[in-house]
């Protein structure tokens, strides 16, 4: 039973624009939300997080949008740039699991130049 | 600041072999963890530890898998007998109080 789901496995955009990653999850104990990005042969670096006691995160390019009642998280990134290329992984966690993270199974986000 | 170190990279083995891999998590961190990820899959959890403590092991089938942190800094993940299922990337992981984790570059692993 997948507990956070990514259902797009992949996603072109043109560079310059708007590239948008959803994620989905089922426990309503989770609390926490983050994205890691991983490039091939690297392991998943953090890119941004989110507490569920906030709608919204910004930091730069990179904004993460939290809807609690659908379950629902996603990541813009505005502008898309070539660079940012890479699986982008959505994961969560509960206060009382020690910050384990289940994640989703990916999505790649292939910039067009 | 070091980064989470793995070794090996790569490794193949035949199935009902045994295999380890080995961590060395960024300095300071007391948290460690190891995941595995199956191609096309996100990682998934295998063990926790807190210095040289386990926290949750739950998802480990201990009937082939072990590991540990003796000195609750450098880690080993142990496979054996190695299943042709256990192919993966196998990754560690660490954190302290004020961060995210950290993840290494993995090891991926084929049995054949």
């Known amino acids: 039973d997948q507990q956070v789901k990514q259902n797009s496995p992949s996603l072109s955009v043109q560079e310059g624009r708007i590239s948008i990653l959803n994620c989905d999850y089922t426990n309503s104990m989770f609390d926490y939300f983050l994205w890691y990005k991983k490039y091939p042969a690297e392991g998943p670096t953090f890119l941004i997080s989110?507490?569920?006691?906030?709608d919204k995160n910004e930091d730069g390019r990179f904004t993460v949008f939290l809807n609690k009642s659908a379950k629902h998280l996603s990541l813009h990134i505005v502008p898309s740039q070539p660079g940012d290329s890479a699986v982008y992984f959505c994961a969560a966690s509960g206060t009382r699991s020690a910050r384990q993270l289940t994640f989703g199974s990916g999505t790649q986000l292939t910039v067009l130049p | 600041e070091a980064g989470v170190a793995q070794s090996p990279r790569y490794k193949i083995i035949e199935k009902r072999q045994s295999v380890a891999f080995w961590c060395n998590p960024i300095?300071?961190?007391?948290?460690l963890y190891w995941y595995q990820q199956i191609l096309g899959q996100g990682p998934k959890l295998l063990i926790q530890f807190q210095n040289n403590g386990v926290v949750d092991d739950s998802q480990l089938p201990k009937d082939r898998f072990s590991a540990e942190r003796l000195k609750g800094v450098d880690s080993t993940l142990k496979i054996q007998p190695a299943k042709l299922e256990d192919s993966a990337v196998y990754l560690c992981?660490?954190?302290?109080?004020?961060?995210?984790?950290?993840f290494g570059q993995g090891t991926r692993l084929t049995v054949v």
């Open positions: 300095s300071g961190h007391a948290t």
């Open positions: 989110i507490s569920s006691i906030k």
């Open positions: 992981a660490s954190r302290n109080s004020n961060t995210e984790a950290f």
